[in-house]
Antibody, heavy 123, light 108 residues
């Protein structure tokens, strides 16, 4: 079954750290670019970070740059997000998603999403 | 950063009616970089449309996308009960992705 399953969310105090994981199954994880996208309670979607299939190319949203680190372990079919110096505004459901790029049509989109893991930053 | 503005914020319609959702970009966006997603309460977003007008696998043909440059449209030709949800547009540019704020399609 093709799926992504996030884990690692929870309650953390401001200034604290948390590491999210995303386990992929049912497809060749190492072939896919991946992203983290978050959604604050009752709000819209915000892209957080991207990593290429080999891990050689990484992008971050300005809101998390310098605080969050994305990584992957293709041998373990897993994606990670290390979150440091957490703030109240980082409170959100964090989704991992495959990030598809079509080299012919040049289309970019997020096609497979996990169900998300909730991160709450509060004292 | 390209800002996407969706309108209206909420669309109140009855099943069987046509829904027209707008997504306007603050500067020109390549059609290849424009996608639409549907999100139901408590669920992850689902890809509907990519490349501005291509339906994703398994998406019914009542969903269609159109537009170019700064103006894009998602049309649902005849609303089914399962179509009442929030819809987001998304674009890629300059090594980042942005989403519109969403349009909620609710039952009238």
């Amino acid at each position: 079954q093709v799926q992504l399953v996030e884990s690692g969310g929870g309650l953390v105090k401001p200034g604290g750290s948390l590491r999210l994981s995303c386990a992929a199954s049912g497809f060749t994880f190492s072939d896919y670019y991946m992203s983290w996208i978050r959604q604050a309670p009752g709000k819209g979607l915000e892209w957080v970070s991207y990593i290429s299939s080999s891990g050689s190319t990484i992008y971050y949203a300005d809101s998390v740059k310098g605080r969050f680190t994305i990584s992957r372990d293709n041998a373990k079919n897993s994606l990670y997000l290390q979150m440091n110096s957490l703030r109240a505004e980082d409170t959100a459901v964090y989704y991992c998603a495959t990030t598809y790029y079509d080299y012919v049509s040049l289309d970019w989109y997020f096609d497979l999403w996990g169900r998300g893991t909730l991160v709450t930053v509060s004292s | 950063e390209i800002v996407l503005t969706q309108s209206p914020g909420t669309l109140s319609l009855s099943p069987g009616e046509r829904a027209t959702l707008s997504c306007r970009a603050s500067q020109s966006v390549s059609s290849s970089y424009l996608a639409w997603y549907q999100q139901k309460p408590g669920q992850a977003p689902r890809l509907l449309i990519y490349g501005a007008s291509s339906r994703a696998t398994g998406i019914p043909d009542r969903f269609s996308g159109s537009g170019s440059g700064t103006d894009f449209t998602l049309t649902i030709s005849r609303l089914e009960p399962e179509d009442f949800a929030v819809y987001y547009c998304q674009q890629y540019g300059s090594s980042s992705w942005t989403f519109g704020q969403g349009t909620k399609v609710e039952i009238k």
